[in-house]
C-alpha cells in the first residue's frame, strides 16, 4: 500500500518489436495499477529506442517488457543498453511472455532484473518490483 506521502512506483509496459498480441501486457498493467502503482502501457510494436524515450520522458522506476514473438534476446539487452546509455540504468528492467528456461540466464547476465514467464501471478511481479525498485525521494 502506499502510504499518503510516498510516491507512487511508476512502470512502463512495452511490448517491443512486431508481436502483436498484448492481452498479458494488459492485464499485468491493470493488476499493477490495482496494486497501487502509477502504469504507463505504451502499445505494441515498439522499438527499443521508443520504449526507452518514454521511459526517460515518464521517469519511470521500472520498464516491463513483453515479448511473445521470439525476439527477447534482442529487445531486452538493447533496452538495458540504451538506458545505461541515457544514465537511466537505476531504472528496474523487467520481462516475461513466452521465453524459454535456457534463456532466462542469458537475459539475466545482460542485465534484465527478472524473467516472468507465461501464467506468472500479477500479485508475484508487484511483489518482485516493490522488493527490488529504487525509487527516488
Known sequence: MVMENERKIKVLIAKP???GHDRGAKVLAFGLRDQGME???TG???SAVQIVKAAIQE???VVGLSCL????LTFFPKVVELLKEQKADDVLVV???IIPEEHIP???EKG???IFVSGAMVKDIGDFIRKNVRKAD
Open 39 to 41: 502504469v504507463i502501457y
Open 59 to 61: 521517469d519511470v522506476d
Open 112 to 114: 534484465v532484473a527478472e
Open 95 to 97: 520481462g516475461g511472455g
Open 106 to 108: 542469458i537475459l539475466k
Open 69 to 72: 514473438s521470439g525476439a527477447h
Open 44 to 46: 505494441r510494436r515498439q
Open 17 to 19: 518489436g512486431l508481436d
